[in-house]
């Protein structure tokens, strides 16, 4: 756990990436540079459709609700509705820029709703910023445990952590390490404890096991889902997600939001929405990433790492040779000239693995086979075309 100590002045820490900046200077000194796979950011083509209602929206002049346009959130129930089986309220839909903004901002405003309490949970291999975002707000961080599988285990947190317990966070399929928690029992877990459960599922439209499930499945009743169009829709420029469930918790965090200014510009929304109305781009991109996460798993194979297939996600969460997850990334790229991250980044029971995201296009993956002399045949490529044009 941890938290600011009273009256000591906040440091903040080194940014987790600025950890890789001499790894990823060997990387860079290969012919034809390195291959980023420690960061997840997108690296293929949005909808050309998406572009072309940016530039055409005509939303530049006024300012947008903070809450989102009615286009906006229609097109966000619709998606839910289309592709998680969920019925929710547009009125109940609430646009956020980006999520990583609501993660790390979520525990002041629901502090000021319950100054009583001071704690957020996460899971113990996680998304920096849940342990972040508590850090910012004077809170205390407090990591779940979680199983062989990379699950949580709710029975584990302590009951005092329990009673000061401001939220929840989970995060399915989960990142780092591509586990499927099972959100109902996290959602009865919370309405059993009083604690409101927010649930990460910017990677939901890549769930690999099984279809995509949202927290929302089971009820509203003390929950939150987050959604961005990121990692769906190949768009982390834009800024654009939003988050609904409980309707008391989202319309509280919308009006505090609303004060503070916090608004997806005008145009941002009207690409989202054209995004979000569009299933094709995601099912050819699933693709490409299903290709890849094979392709390299056979390429870690040879060098001796045996990686499971995740059970959603883009990344690869393997166990480093030996254990030694820096020594493995700093041999990836000194030879392969490949940059990946190391699991501590994400708590300190990653330790022992390493990251890879899988952003990068096939031929680019063969380069780091070919530099580390791995023969290993790869599939042919999706077609780099995303989307209606």
Same mark, same amino acid.
Request: overall charge negative; hydrophobic content about 40%.
């Given at each position: 756990m941890s938290g600011p100590a009273g009256g000591t002045p906040f440091e903040p820490p080194v940014y987790p990436y600025e950890r890789l900046i001499g790894a990823k200077e060997k990387a860079e000194a290969h012919p034809g540079g390195a291959v980023d796979l420690s960061i997840g950011t997108p690296t293929d083509?949005?909808?050309v459709a998406v572009a072309a209602a940016l530039a055409t929206s005509g939303a530049e002049a006024g300012y947008p609700f903070s809450v989102g346009s009615a286009r906006y959130r229609e097109a966000a129930a619709g998606w839910m509705a289309r592709r998680l089986g969920v019925t929710v309220d547009p009125s109940?839909?609430?646009?956020?820029? @980006?999520?990583?903004?609501?993660?790390?901002?979520?525990p002041q405003w629901l502090r000021l709703r319950r100054?009583?309490?001071?704690?957020?949970?996460?899971?113990?291999?996680?998304?920096?910023?849940?342990?972040? @975002?508590?850090?910012?707000? @004077?809170?205390?961080?407090?990591?779940v445990p979680v199983d062989d599988g990379w699950r949580l285990d709710l029975s584990a947190v302590a009951p005092a952590d329990v009673s000061r317990a401001l939220c929840l966070w989970v995060n399915s399929p989960g990142n780092p390490a591509g586990q499927l928690d099972d959100l109902d029992a996290a959602a009865a877990w919370g309405r059993a404890h009083g604690v409101p459960v927010f649930s990460d599922e910017c990677y939901v439209e890549y769930t690999w096991e099984g279809p995509p499930r949202t927290i929302l499945a089971g009820g509203v009743d003390g929950v939150v889902a987050v959604h961005s169009l990121s990692k769906r829709s190949n768009a982390a420029g834009l800024r654009a997600g939003f988050y609904t469930g409980d309707a008391a918790l989202v319309r509280y965090l919308s009006e505090v939001r609303k004060h503070v200014g916090m608004l997806v510009p005008g145009p941002i929304q009207a690409a989202a929405a054209v995004a979000l109305d569009d299933d094709v781009h995601v099912d050819?991109?699933?693709?490409?990433?299903?290709?890849?996460?094979?392709?390299?798993?056979?390429?870690?194979?040879?060098? @001796?790492?045996?990686?499971?297939?995740p059970g959603g996600g883009f990344y690869l969460w393997?166990?480093?040779?030996?254990?030694?997850?820096?020594?493995?990334?700093?041999?990836?790229?000194?030879?392969?000239?490949?940059?990946?991250?190391?699991?501590?980044?994400?708590?300190?029971?990653g330790a022992g693995h390493v990251r890879v995201a899988l952003?990068?296009?096939?031929d680019r993956l063969a380069l780091v086979a070919e530099r580390m002399g791995v023969d290993v045949p790869g599939p042919r490529p999706t077609p780099r075309t995303s989307g209606p044009a």
């Amino acid at each position: 756990m941890s938290g600011p100590a009273g009256g000591t002045p906040f440091e903040p820490p080194v940014y987790p990436y600025e950890r890789l900046i001499g790894a990823k200077e060997k990387a860079e000194a290969h012919p034809g540079g390195a291959v980023d796979l420690s960061i997840g950011t997108p690296t293929d083509p949005a909808p050309v459709a998406v572009a072309a209602a940016l530039a055409t929206s005509g939303a530049e002049a006024g300012y947008p609700f903070s809450v989102g346009s009615a286009r906006y959130r229609e097109a966000a129930a619709g998606w839910m509705a289309r592709r998680l089986g969920v019925t929710v309220d547009p009125s109940t839909v609430y646009a956020c820029v @980006g999520t990583k903004e609501f993660v790390s901002t979520l525990p002041q405003w629901l502090r000021l709703r319950r100054p009583d309490l001071d704690t957020v949970l996460h899971p113990a291999v996680s998304y920096p910023s849940y342990a972040m @975002g508590a850090t910012l707000a @004077g809170c205390r961080s407090v990591e779940v445990p979680v199983d062989d599988g990379w699950r949580l285990d709710l029975s584990a947190v302590a009951p005092a952590d329990v009673s000061r317990a401001l939220c929840l966070w989970v995060n399915s399929p989960g990142n780092p390490a591509g586990q499927l928690d099972d959100l109902d029992a996290a959602a009865a877990w919370g309405r059993a404890h009083g604690v409101p459960v927010f649930s990460d599922e910017c990677y939901v439209e890549y769930t690999w096991e099984g279809p995509p499930r949202t927290i929302l499945a089971g009820g509203v009743d003390g929950v939150v889902a987050v959604h961005s169009l990121s990692k769906r829709s190949n768009a982390a420029g834009l800024r654009a997600g939003f988050y609904t469930g409980d309707a008391a918790l989202v319309r509280y965090l919308s009006e505090v939001r609303k004060h503070v200014g916090m608004l997806v510009p005008g145009p941002i929304q009207a690409a989202a929405a054209v995004a979000l109305d569009d299933d094709v781009h995601v099912d050819l991109q699933r693709e490409r990433y299903r290709q890849r996460l094979g392709y390299f798993r056979s390429v870690l194979a040879v060098l @001796g790492v045996d990686v499971a297939m995740p059970g959603g996600g883009f990344y690869l969460w393997a166990p480093a040779p030996d254990g030694d997850a820096w020594g493995f990334t700093e041999r990836l790229a000194a030879e392969g000239g490949c940059l990946v991250s190391p699991g501590d980044l994400y708590g300190e029971a990653g330790a022992g693995h390493v990251r890879v995201a899988l952003v990068r296009d096939l031929d680019r993956l063969a380069l780091v086979a070919e530099r580390m002399g791995v023969d290993v045949p790869g599939p042919r490529p999706t077609p780099r075309t995303s989307g209606p044009a």
